[in-house]
């Protein structure tokens, strides 16, 4: 395959990868026991048979492979006994049946021996090409230093050649004939696999597993043998079945050209050659050889696309069709924070709905998994009001970043959206696309978590900067404005920075550089997503004091989305507590800290180190959070509630004013909230709230 | 009389080659870690603290100065006494998904682990890991799993049990917790501070988080840009810093007003 | 950007230096005596030792490489015996008619490959996709040579709508434009169908991993329009991106070209390499390889510039 080229040099990347995210979003606990193993290699085998894939090409592959393994015991004619007298014969001859060449031979008798020859030679060159690149790419990968640097000096020469020429080269100096083809276009491959396998082992080399085996005390073979070696076995089995088909193609190339398989021997590639001569009078001769080979090598590419996605999940090539919105009967929330008005509207126009800017009704997120949807996020209602500054926490896994991305549309296309979402008395769920770009950047501005990967790295900031400001004032001057707005979140030196790409700021230049561009439109309402994360501390601290004088500047609302409550204690007043997908808790910043009402906040405080408390217990929560669709019944946080009673496992309480809960039910029978007198607004999803404890 | 220091470093340097000339990650460090000490590593990224605890344990060289496992020159350790050194000092690495093979069975893992340490037969092999296992709160059945197949804080706890297999006096943890969310972090938190007391361990503790530190560490060390700015103790580092740097730092550490008094 | 490209250029020298090695190496491997293999059986005691004074064969073979590449250098490339003229003139003028092919090919594929592969990404998991995959799947599983032959068969014999063959010379003043483009049409549509199956394949996989970017989403969420987030931040990264393999392609289409010279008796190089294999003559084939791979070294440094100029965190290895 001609595009293994392509995929052998990206290792030397033009895209140098981000470290990944950061530490604090690895995935919370997924349910280990159902999850295939990519790197088991029974779970590969039995993920790349499930692909469909993988059974045309195995289907096509043994239309070829099976006759030409049988063929000294199929009852062929002699594919080299030539019968001047019988010469093109047409198909169905007796004893001919695709009929004779010209020559008088067995064409269905020379087409399955040529493809054994064909195949020999393929596998073999493969199988050379591959242990000589993996020998030489383990020895430049591993040591390093001059030796990396002459062996690839080495491949950068082979590779320098047009790939054809070098094998041409070689077979012109050792002669024609179908082992020096073999040899040629062996040597010819090298190259790939040498920077495939040295690639995998500098991203292996510099892993901490590596230096782990180091501290056990293991020499360097030893750490080859049984650390690096298995896990190059991906990459080297992936570019053998890449590469096969195209050493089969390129050796019959080589015949074609009469420069591999000599008469009377003959592979695919010479028949279709000494059939071109024919080609007017009579094609088959020509066509056929072309048809069995473009069979055999779609056969094999198909399973090196099906190997890839078995290997490599996260690059299918083609996936599963997106199907029906779920559930298209039951958009009704099954049950809603909002307790027993979880039908009204969001757009409504009453006073209340005017004091608030965002009003989030019954938002749910699910995701396609191999069994059904799984909810990421489910039953999510909240107000949010003008100028206020709400936080949004919980662990990963939560759904906290999916919420906040949902509020803007912005999920991933495979997700599943419910719920409504009103700003501003207009339902955002209801508006069509171009209504809800109009929005987006304007009203409401997003601040990611990360911003190197949140700018585009191949744009200068100055050019975003003003982008941002176009997309909503097309004809206006943006430079003025992005200068201001530059100095508005404390940057200097603007034609300087303007020049710069992201990559050449620091973190805390390249947040202020996202919030600036956040800010273009004076938004109403800004979501920052764990903007200060990736920060270290005095940089993080700089950021929220920013984040901070925005708001109350502008009397700008923001949604403040983290894991750290004491990263929302510095800058919000109203706190909502994820756990699982669900708000748990909802209250005024000092109510949660000082009398939480859910368990799980509870236990979220106490097992919080606090500087100056160094001997305050940490009451660690056993257990881990549930995978998204694994529990479909109960109180979410049941399974590790030291609180938990027999019905929490049953009933999901709804989310519902402190002091009315406990009755409350989630689903059909809902128990009217009796009035008690509790500080305003502090909501819980617990069927025992922790009160006054 | 003072006992001889399980690990001491002398002006360490290390410079790496970046983009306009070399970089200096750490620049003339002195430390010393005694039995039992607990010291916290405290800076911002950059600061050369993980540069210094992989110089520490041996992972990497240093440029310059001198690194002396109980009084003997780190490099010209040979043989037993290598092996000596190898178990004696371990490391916990930030993210434990990274720290372990993907490709084998964590079981597996920790068997070869332990043989590259020791030469424990096979029946003796598998008790001192069923062993180490069960006092992390690793259940046995997980050992069967491949690393991706465990939560992070388990895949942490396997990363624990592995530092202690060869019995060590120092473990050097890098941002151990940082990885973790907050509930499994206080799990591993109270392990760490468990296991240090009933083993007696000395621990090398890299942390940004000012507060995990403060739990588990009795003496601090500050760095920035490849220097220490500020030692001392504990209390008398974090109470009354005398850097400016550490000022700031502290101040800049978010706290949660009145929780939970 | 100058400091990129001077490096670049710096790096040209040692590979240039490494392929001429090479080249001589492989032609080292000739068994037997190599002035026999290269006059043939029938020639005459008198050319052998003249040709054996000239390759200094009785030197060790760092001396000889030195005096070759000394030849080279000044341009002296030998003289073919097959065609009795000088290899380098033999070899360049047959370079241009090479370039126009695997030129119009790569243009014509790489356009078409980027568009179907965005297309196919942009539409992920649709029918569209689904049809580009399987486009894409023929035409990285194809022979060029059989693909050649078939459309020979089609426009040529059954249709009768292009020529197969009859192209001698492309620059003379005999040949109208209109002629050579009639004569290219199915050349190039041999080479570009298979180039662009391999540039859609890799360009679909590049813009699926570019569109699902965090900085694509985060475009989206400053409101800018889909068609601005499409046609400049996608199209951007994905052609920094398909650079170096558009660049490897080219070496790919020049491999290619031999083939597709051959069946269309296009008077290009490829052609004289294939014949000059067949009648023997190494200095020939030496030469051709060694001008085929220093076009591709250029063409290689060209997409590597290029990608600097798209990408600017990309340094030189």
């Known amino acids: 395959m001609r595009w293994i080229g392509g995929f052998a040099r990206h290792e030397r990347g033009p895209v140098k990868r981000v470290a990944e995210s950061n530490g604090k979003r690895e995935s919370a606990g997924s349910d280990p026991s159902v999850s295939d193993s990519p790197f088991s290699d029974a779970g590969a085998l039995r993920a790349l048979l499930r692909h469909p894939g993988a059974r045309a090409g195995l289907v096509l592959l043994s239309l070829v492979l099976l006759p030409a393994l049988a063929a000294p015991w199929l009852p062929l004619a002699d594919p080299t006994l030539t019968e001047p007298a019988r010469r093109m014969l047409p198909p169905l001859s007796t004893g001919h049946l695709l009929g004779t060449d010209q020559l008088g031979r067995d064409l269905l008798s020379r087409l399955i021996w040529g493809a054994r020859s064909s195949i020999a030679v393929g596998l073999s060159a493969t199988a050379l090409a591959a242990l000589i690149g993996i020998l030489v790419g383990l020895l430049a990968g591993w040591l390093g230093r001059a030796a990396d640097a002459l062996l690839m000096r080495g491949i950068d020469v082979l590779m320098a050649f047009p790939y054809l020429l070098l094998a041409l080269a070689i077979v012109a100096a050792l002669g024609p004939g179908l082992a020096n083809a073999m040899l040629a276009i062996a040597v010819a491959n090298v190259p790939f696999f040498a920077r495939a396998v040295r690639g995998a082992v500098l991203d292996i080399r510099h892993r901490d597993y590596i230096a782990a085996a180091r501290l056990c005390g293991h020499g360097e073979l030893a750490i ?61 001769v ?28 996260g690059h299918r090539s083609i996936g599963p069709a997106p199907r029906a919105s779920r559930r298209t009967d039951d958009v009704e929330p099954r049950q809603d924070d909002g307790g027993s008005t979880g039908v009204e509207s969001v757009a ?32 999510v209602s909240f107000d949010l009001g003008r100028g206020e500054r709400v936080a949004l926490v919980g662990e990963s896994g939560s759904g906290k970043t999916l919420t906040a991305l949902a509020l803007l549309r912005l999920l991933p296309e495979q997700a599943d959206l419910q719920g409504r979402v009103g700003f501003d008395g207009r339902s955002l769920t209801a508006l069509d696309a171009r209504g809800m770009r109009a929005l987006r950047g304007r009203r409401i501005a997003y601040v990611p978590q990360e911003p190197l990967t949140a700018l585009d790295p191949l744009f200068r900031v100055g050019a975003q900067l003003d982008e941002a400001i176009l997309a909503h004032a097309p004809s206006a001057d943006p430079r003025p404005r992005g200068d201001k707005l530059i100095e508005a979140v404390g940057l200097a030196g603007v034609p300087v920075l303007r020049r710069r790409f992201p990559h050449e700021l620091s973190g805390g230049q390249r947040q202020r550089v996202a919030i600036a561009m956040a800010l273009a439109h004076d938004p109403d309402l800004l979501i920052a997503d764990e903007a200060t994360t990736a920060l270290d501390v005095t940089v993080q601290q700089e950021i929220l004091t920013l984040l901070q004088r925005l708001c109350e500047d502008g009397g700008r609302s923001l949604l403040f989305v983290t894991h750290d409550l004491a990263l929302a204690a510095r800058l919000c007043r109203r706190v909502l507590v994820m756990y699982a997908g669900r708000i748990v808790e909802d209250a005024p910043l000092q109510r949660l800290l000082i009398r939480p009402a859910h368990p799980y906040t509870h236990a979220l405080i106490a097992c919080s180190p606090e500087l100056g408390r160094p001997d ?73 709230p922790m009160e006054d404890a | 009389m003072t006992e001889r220091p399980l690990l001491e470093a002398a002006g360490l340097g290390k410079h790496y080659a970046a983009r306009g000339g070399r970089v200096a990650a750490l620049d003339g460090v002195d430390l010393r ?150 509930s499994l972090q206080a799990q591993i938190l109270n392990l760490l501070a468990e296991l240090r007391a009933e083993r007696g361990l000395a621990y090398l503790f890299i942390s940004h988080d000012v507060a995990v530190v403060e739990r588990l560490c009795e003496r601090i060390v500050v760095m920035r840009n490849g220097a220490i700015v500020e030692r001392g103790g504990r209390d008398a580092v974090l109470r009354s810093p005398r850097a400016d740097y550490t000022r700031r730092l502290l101040a800049a550490v978010p706290t949660m007003p009145g929780a939970d008094r | 950007m100058i400091g990129y490209t001077g490096r670049r250029l710096l790096l040209l020298f040692p590979v240039l230096l490494g392929v001429s090695l090479v080249v001589f190496g492989v032609m080292s491997l000739v068994p037997g005596d190599p002035a026999l293999a290269i006059l043939g059986p029938y020639a005459t005691p008198e050319r052998l030792a003249e040709l054996r004074a000239d390759l200094a064969l009785d030197r060790p073979w ?256």
């Not at chain 1, 080979?293 to 996605?309: E, P, S, Y």
């Not at chain 2, 003796?124 to 069923?130: F, N």
């Not at chain 3, 009768?160 to 109208?176: F, N």
């Not at chain 3, 003559?281 to 600097?308: C, E, K, P, R, S």
Request: overall charge positive; glycine content about 10%; hydrophobic content about 50%.
């Open chain 3, 62 to 317: 760092p001396a000889r490489f030195v005096i070759w590449l000394g030849n080279l250098v000044q341009g002296d490339l030998g003289r073919s015996v097959s065609l009795e003229r000088p290899v380098l003139d033999a070899v360049l003028e047959r370079l241009g008619p090479t370039l126009l092919l695997a030129g119009s090919a790569l243009s014509i594929g790489t356009v078409l490959g980027l568009a179907a592969g965005m297309l196919a990404a942009l539409r992920h998991n649709r029918s569209t996709d689904r049809m580009v995959s399987i486009g894409v799947l023929l035409g990285i599983s194809i022979p060029s040579f059989w693909l050649g032959l078939l459309l020979i068969l089609l426009f040529a014999v059954w249709l009768g709508w292009l020529p197969a063959s009859g192209m001698t010379t492309v620059w003379a003043d005999a040949v109208s434009p209109a002629d050579v483009l009639r004569h290219l049409v199915l050349p190039v549509a041999s080479l570009a169908l298979v180039a662009a199956g391999v540039i859609a394949r890799i360009g679909r996989g590049a813009a699926i991993d570019v569109l699902a970017a965090e900085h694509i989403v985060m475009c989206r969420a400053r409101g800018i329009t889909e068609h601005r987030i499409v046609l400049v931040h996608a199209l951007k990264g994905v052609a920094a991106r398909m650079m170096p393999v558009i660049g490897l392609q080219t070496g790919f289409l020049i491999g290619g070209a031999v083939y597709i010279e051959t069946i269309f008796q296009w008077p290009g190089l490829g052609r004289l390499l294939v014949d000059a294999i067949a009648a023997r003559d190494l200095l020939l084939v030496q030469g051709g390889v060694l001008v085929l791979a220093t076009a591709y070294v250029l063409v290689n440094l060209a997409a590597d510039l290029l990608q600097h100029a798209l990408d600017r965190r990309i340094r030189p290895a």
């Open chain 1, 224 to 284: 080859v043998r049984h650390e690096v070696l298995p896990n190059l076995a991906p990459t080297v089995l992936l570019l053998m079945t890449t590469t096969l088909g195209w050493m089969i193609l390129e050796t019959a190339g080589l015949s074609f050209l009469g420069l591999g398989a000599q008469p009377p021997q003959a592979d695919l590639g010479s028949m279709l050659g000494e059939g071109r001569e024919l080609l007017t009078t009579y094609p088959r």
């Open chain 2, 33 to 182: 870690i005694g039995r039992c000490d607990s010291i916290g590593l405290v800076g911002e990224s950059g600061s050369g603290k993980t540069t210094l605890a992989r110089i520490a344990a041996g992972l990497i060289e240093a440029d310059r100065g001198r690194l002396l496992w109980r009084g003997a020159p780190v490099d010209g350790l040979r043989g037993e006494a290598r092996l000596e050194f190898r178990r004696g000092v371990q490391y916990v690495f930030q993210n434990p998904m990274t720290a372990l093979n993907p490709r084998h069975r964590v079981g597996r893992a920790l068997e070869w682990s332990l043989r590259g340490l020791t030469a424990l037969g096979g029946a003796a092999r598998r008790g001192r890991l069923q062993a180490v296992a069960e006092r992390v709160g690793l259940d046995i059945a997980l050992l069967q799993r491949y690393p991706h197949q465990l939560s992070g804080g388990q895949a942490q706890r396997v990363c624990i049990a592995r530092a202690l297999l060869g019995e060590p006096r120092l473990v050097i943890l890098d941002e151990p917790v940082s990885a973790l969310d907050v």
């Open chain 1, 286 to 313: 020509a066509v056929l050889p072309g048809v069995v080979i473009l069979v055999m090598v779609v056969g094999i590419n198909l399973l090196g696309d099906a190997l890839r996605d078995a290997i490599d999940p």
């Open chain 1, 616 to 688: 305050k217990p940490l009451a660690a929560v056993a257990g881990q959070p549930p995978a998204p669709g694994a529990l479909r019944q109960g109180c979410r946080f049941a399974p590790r509630c030291p609180r938990v009673q027999p019905i929490c496992r049953e009933r999901e309480p709804a989310l519902a004013a402190v002091g009315a809960a406990g009755a409350v039910d989630a689903g059909t029978d809902h128990v009217s909230p009796r009035p008690v007198c509790v500080p305003a607004r502090h909501r819980v999803r617990c069927l025992f």
């Open chain 1, 348 to 379: 409504d126009t009453d006073t209340d709905s005017r004091r608030q800017l965002l009003r989030v009704r019954a938002l749910g997120v699910a995701f396609p998994t191999a069994s059904g949807y799984a909810d990421a996020v489910e039953g």
